[in-house]
């Protein structure tokens, strides 16, 4: 079945970097796109950054461009999400999610917390 392992979340300061990474089975990884979303307490999921299939295209959330780069290494089944500058408001939960013959399928997430 469809699995996908978030991974590399935790206790940061404003201005730091974490990379998380998402490992994905049960499907053919290289055929599909793959995003991230981050929930905030009291907020709804909002959608982070998302690659195409092949990483050649990429797109980000206005609060996140320029700070955040999402990839993936298709030999590994695996989606990353590097965040740099990381600000207080980026604290979330951060899911990963794949969207599969019209079914979306999301990991148990990761939490991500930027306090001083």
């Known amino acids: 079945q469809v699995q996908l392992v978030e991974s590399g979340g935790g206790l940061v300061q404003p201005g730091g970097s974490l990379r998380l990474s998402c490992a994905v089975s049960?499907?053919?990884?290289?055929?599909?796109?793959m995003s991230w979303y981050r929930q905030a307490p009291g907020k709804e999921r909002e959608l982070v950054a998302g690659i195409t299939n092949t990483g050649g295209r990429t797109n980000y959330a206005d609060s996140v461009k320029g700070r955040f780069t999402i990839s993936r290494d298709n030999a590994k089944n695996t989606v990353y999400l590097q965040m740099n500058s990381l600000k207080p408001e980026d604290t979330a939960v951060y899911y990963c999610k794949a969207y599969i013959d019209y079914q979306s399928y999301w990991g148990q997430g990761t939490q991500v917390t930027v306090s001083s």
């Open positions: 049960g499907f053919t990884f290289s055929r599909y796109g």
